[in-house]
């Protein structure tokens, strides 16, 4: 049988400021705060924290690194005197009860003078209009929406709580998402919008499909008077007259509805389309559209014969869906009725700024979500409703980079300066049959590759400055007295989820100030800190703490001067007693609670119930057992009792002052900043999403990771508040044998300028040379100490004096062993200072070498091979030439040994001894044949002569011209007679699918095929049988499966991975390190098919990336670059497995 694939496809405080929101003929208070020049008058330390270093690092930052800054800012540290910085030093260690405490207070919000809204601590005017460049309006609200938002009756709160259902039944659209319902439906803590991978609007034709109740816009076309009965069935618990009220709003106000109201009426309908007009570039931003400019009847037209352009086409008959582009600018106001009832245009691709300019789409939102005086727009007070928005609309932004990524990024290529030197050479111009397409590239901010780098960053942080002494965790506390303030009468912390965010990162940023800046835990020599959001979205960061040596923590005395793990007595320290209670004591769980969030196999995850110790001391994993004094148990009501035993660890002074939950750990192992960076090891939930091109490009399939996201995280990237920042920063330090450095460039350029072009061939390694050669006061460095004296200045590609105060280390990029020659290069510039040239590397005590492991071994960097040499020495008594021939292959590949050439002059007449030659014969012809066997054994693991410390090949040994030994491995594959028979033995179902296969073969067609089976059904035979007719013809089958074993049982198999070069860690978006010009990718082009055994055992991105590196090596976008590809396997055997 044949199965195609398919392609993969409170009340207010006059302090805090007044409401968010008001009616029209309430008395709104004065949100115009004090100037941001009278701001902070009593605190020189909160001035500081806006300092004009910052605020010009927000405005200059790029868009591609918008969620990332790396300055570093212990150099931007208050000029403070050295009387007041005494003051602050230490002063969170020995707390006493009688210490002046007061709880940290965020300073009065500000107002911009651009454009009016209410900045918090530490934001920049970035954050809203970029200093006046970008202004829009807000539309308010109709009086009937507002007083609904604003009733106290039973009726209002219902609404407010379920308004995602209300805007649900009237929308003119649906949303394709996946949405945590567990953390909907669980009911504990805050509520919170949770969602996975992408957003889709839908929008459907004017009539529903037969059988099908109406949805949507169809509402207010095929039955309008039985319009409010249908929305109560789809979803009975919405109260019918809240449900009335919405519709009497939108016939009144939204020009969508007028629209679908007069189509409705058409005796002709059915020849009718609908076209929801987009806004021309150059339209007023601030007018309301009316019923005309938003939607066109079109009757007697074809409609799929015209050209709509931007608009979106709404056609009477097609009962499917139709996605609606996130770049169209009714793409909010089609699904969110309740926030934009005029149908107020949103961002779109022309969206543009007052100096004309385009606005990306997280600037636009960035902008619209800001708090202004007097706002009756209602989008920042629809609680839950706000949170699905912004999560939408950070999905769409996200969108737009994968996209933009995706269109700029496949027509670039890769491939080693050296590599294209040897194409012009044997005559190839065109730089499109040459190296590999960079798929994804590692600057995408939060993507795997870029977290693995920032984890190395951590690790050279480690390695330059010490182990971390601290780890401190701080979670959001929406109760904050600043937060509370601001709540409308009927609002709950969870509902204003922007104001909780910013208020959060401020806070944070007080901290950052406390703890770094003056040292109150001590000097901080280095940090790192990254922002996460727990599973119902409150927001925390992960922080590690480096101390000056003078402040290390080094007894048990010093780790009870800061830590502490008990709760304290209520009569001697009240405040603390009622803070540690209130935000310190873990779950609890176990017995007491084992429905806690931390319970898995019936254990608490944290190990709590911790055990009473009478004395701190060292525990397992580098972390401290705290002391843990046996006392009176405190009463958390509802019968539950805890002692010290579930308190977390804390810092008395940090938890008075900030009122919520931080932990402080005393620590000094590496493994923190594994915890720190764990999604690098673990990574988030992920699902699959589709990114297409448009129909004017080729489609392509791409899948890409997608996480689960919250309101608070869309909210924080939104803003582009920091993520991630480390001190000090990492300056990353290639590193590559001569001439074999990356070079990128495009499709349509040609080789000879891409050699020309003086960029490619000035790097930072070769500069380093230059640099060394020019300046004698750079010699005294190794290559990952420049950094700390020099910059690296990418537009002119040198290397020049660091004239900044702010502190750089390097960081050489790690080579694995297997890398071979590179591998000793990196352990030669670890070692030695002032290189001035490669050459000046390969030298030592006035010796030349050939190679840079061998000057690596001369310097003493490498151990001695003698257990590698007694092992080939006893080969040599016991085993025939060519088994030997393959031991030291073997040796080569796995063992690395350090003097290759030595192994080489001591086995040589061994391992040749079974060549058949005349009794003339020069030794040099030896050495030729010997190096011909031992680079197509090297070929079959992906390696070659030229990776060793051995004599080169000839050039007429290697005959550009002649056929390659991996085509000629293929050819040579005995064909057993037996295979050849089995056609006769064929059974119905096994020769439909090879007569099927063979025909599509025979006919130069491509395909895609999946033979299912359980085991013992023949799926083998026929892959032998195919293999068989086709080897017999002189073509070329290629046999791979997933599996070793798998392998073994068809002619000439290999597994998939050792084949195709699949990378261990493969992701969505891999592509296999094939280079087009290779004899690897000149086999797949020639082979007339390939099989692939036991498909479904392996991952499904293995597939994906052999469906793109196929498409790249025979330059053919049809699906596996045309090839004909049979995979097989039973179906369900993974889940047996599983």
């Not at 020995?94 to 002046?100: D, I, T, V």
């Not at 009316?290 to 050209?307: F, K, L, N, R, Y």
């Not at 050819?971 to 063979?998: G, H, S």
């Amino acid at each position: 049988m044949t199965f195609p694939i398919s392609h993969f496809q409170g009340t207010h405080d006059s302090e805090a400021g007044p409401s968010r929101i008001t009616l029209v003929n309430d008395v709104a208070l004065d949100r115009n705060c004090t100037s941001p020049n009278q701001r902070n008058n009593t605190s020189q330390s909160d001035t500081d924290d806006m300092d004009v270093d910052e605020a010009l690092e927000d405005a200059v930052i790029s868009y591609v690194n918008m969620d990332v800054r790396e300055n570093g800012a212990l150099s931007h540290r208050p000029q403070e005197s050295e009387h007041a910085f005494r003051a602050k030093h230490n002063i969170a260690r020995n707390f006493k009860n009688n210490m002046m405490m007061e709880k940290s207070r965020l300073p009065h919000p500000f107002t911009c003078r651009h454009c009016n809204v209410r900045l918090f601590h530490h934001e920049s005017r970035d954050t809203c209009c970029n200093g006046g460049k970008v202004s829009f309006s807000r539309v308010d609200a109709p009086i009937e929406l507002q007083q609904l938002f604003l009733d106290g009756s039973a009726e209002g709160k219902h609404f407010r709580q379920h308004i995602r259902s209300y805007n649900h039944v009237l929308s003119f659209t649906s949303i394709g998402v996946h949405v945590d319902e567990n953390i909907l439906a669980s009911g504990r803590g805050i509520y919170t919008f949770r969602a996975q991978g992408a957003f889709y609007h839908n929008i459907g034709g004017f009539y529903p499909n037969e059988g099908v109740k109406p949805h949507f816009l169809q509402l207010y076309i095929y039955d309008t008077d039985n319009e409010l009965h249908i929305c109560m069935q789809e979803n009975p618990q919405l109260h019918q007259n809240v449900v009335h009220k919405l519709q009497k709003t939108l016939y009144q106000f939204n020009p969508f509805v007028i629209r679908f109201k007069q189509l409705s009426i058409l005796p002709n309908i059915s020849e009718c389309s609908l076209i929801l007009k987009e806004r021309p570039s150059n339209h007023h931003q601030y007018n309301l559209p009316t019923d005309e400019q938003v939607a066109a009847i079109i009757v007697g037209c074809d409609a799929d014969s015209m050209d709509y352009g931007r608009d979106i086409n709404v056609i009477h008959c097609d009962g499917n869906l139709k996605k609606v582009q996130e770049t169209k600018g009714y793409y909010d106001p089609l699904q969110y009725h309740v926030l934009f009832p005029f149908v107020t245009h949103g961002w779109d691709i022309n969206t543009t700024n007052c100096n004309g300019r385009r606005v990306s789409c997280r600037a636009y939102y960035s902008y619209m979500l800001q708090i202004r005086p007097n706002d009756q727009s209602m989008l920042l007070n629809v609680g839950r409703l706000l949170q699905q928005y912004v999560v939408d609309n950070y999905v769409k932004i996200e969108s737009g980079r994968l996209r933009w990524i995706k269109e700029h990024q496949s027509d670039i290529r890769s491939e080693l300066y050296q590599g294209l030197h040897d194409a012009l050479h044997v005559g190839e111009t065109n730089a499109e049959n040459i190296g590999k397409r960079t798929i994804l590239p590692s600057s995408f901010i939060g993507g795997r590759q870029d977290m693995t780098q920032r984890c190395e960053d951590g690790m050279a942080i480690v390695l330059n400055g010490g182990k971390p002494d601290i780890f401190l965790t701080m979670t959001c506390n929406p109760s904050w007295s600043e937060m509370t303030s601001e709540l409308l009468p009927f609002q709950t912390p969870q509902d204003p989820l922007d104001l909780l965010t910013r208020i959060f990162r401020s806070k944070f940023e007080k901290l950052k100030d406390d703890v770094i800046n003056k040292g109150v835990l001590g000097k901080v020599k280095s940090y790192m800190y990254v922002t996460e959001f727990q599973k119902r979205g409150l927001p925390h960061v992960h922080m590690l703490l480096v101390l000056e040596s003078n402040d290390k923590l080094r007894d048990p005395k010093d780790y009870d001067s800061m830590v502490r793990a008990e709760i304290p007595k209520l009569e001697c320290e009240p405040q603390l007693h009622e803070a540690v209670v209130r935000h310190m004591i873990h779950g609890p769980c176990s017995i007491i609670n084992r429905k806690s969030p931390c319970m898995k196999d019936g254990h608490c995850k944290k190990r709590y119930p911790k055990q009473f110790l009478d004395e701190t001391h060292q525990g397992t994993d580098s972390y401290l057992e705290y002391r843990r004094r046996f006392d009176e148990s405190v009463s958390l009501g509802k019968d539950r009792f805890v002692d010290n035993r579930w308190v977390v660890p804390y810092n008395p002074w940090l938890l008075l002052k900030y009122d919520c939950h931080i932990n402080v750990e005393i620590c000094n192992s590496i493994k923190s900043i594994k915890y720190l960076y764990k999604y690098v090891y673990k990574g988030p939930d992920r699902v699959a999403m589709e990114v297409h091109k448009g129909s004017y490009m080729d489609e392509v399939q791409q899948y890409v990771d997608a996480r689960w996201i919250c309101a608070p995280e869309a909210l924080w990237k939104i803003f582009r508040f920091t993520l991630y920042r480390l001190y000090p920063s990492v300056e990353r330090l290639h590193v590559h044998l001569p001439n074999r450095h990356q070079v990128r460039f495009y499709d349509h350029q040609q080789i000879a300028d891409v050699l020309n072009n003086e960029h490619n061939s000035k790097i930072m390694l070769t500069q380093f040379f230059a640099l060394n050669l020019r300046d004698p006061q750079a010699r005294k460095y190794l290559y990952r100490e420049i950094p700390e004296h020099y910059c690296w200045n990418k537009r002119d590609m040198e290397w020049h004096h660091r004239r900044s105060t702010r502190k750089v280390i390097g960081r050489i990029y790690m080579v694995s062993p297997s890398e071979g020659d590179k591998f000793y290069l990196r352990l030669l510039l670890s070692h030695v200072t002032g290189p001035t040239s490669w050459e000046y590397l390969l030298k030592n005590n006035g010796m030349t070498f050939s190679t840079f492991k061998k000057s690596a071994e001369d310097r003493g960097f490498l151990e001695t091979d003698h257990s590698i040499r007694d092992c080939l020495v006893e080969a040599t008594s016991l085993r025939m030439p060519y088994a030997l021939r393959r031991l030291f292959v073997m040796i080569l590949i796995f063992c690395e040994p350090t003097d290759v050439k030595g192994l080489w002059n001591e086995l040589f007449t061994h391992m040749v001894k079974d060549y058949q030659t005349p009794n003339n014969v020069v030794e040099s012809d030896l050495t030729n044949m010997l190096l011909k066997d031992l680079n197509e054994l090297l070929n079959l693991h992906g390696k070659k002569i030229e990776d060793y410390d051995l004599p080169s090949l000839p050039p007429n040994i290697i005959d550009r011209g002649a056929v390659p030994s991996i085509i000629q491995e293929e050819l040579a594959i005995d064909i057993p007679n037996e295979d050849i028979e089995f056609v006769a033995k064929l059974n119905n179902d096994q020769m439909i699918a090879f007569n099927t296969i063979m025909n599509v073969i025979v006919q130069k067609h491509s395909g895609v095929f999946f033979v299912d089976g359980p085991g013992g059904t023949g799926k083998t035979f026929l892959y032998r049988t195919l293999m068989a007719s086709l080897r017999s013809r002189g073509e070329i089958i290629l046999a791979t499966a997933s599996s070793g074993i798998a392998a073994t049982l068809l002619p000439g198999g290999k597994t998939a991975h050792s084949r195709f070069k699949i990378p261990i860690d493969i992701q969505p978006s891999s592509i296999y390190g094939i280079q087009k010009q290779k004899d690897l990718a000149n086999l797949i082009r020639v082979a007339a098919a390939i099989i692939w055994d036991e498909a479904p055992m392996t991952n499904k991105n293995c597939l994906e990336a052999l469906d793109r590196s196929l498409q790249d090596i025979c330059s053919n976008n049809a699906p596996f670059g045309g090839k004909v590809l049979i995979m097989g396997g039973g179906i369900f055997v993974k889940f047996f497995l599983l």
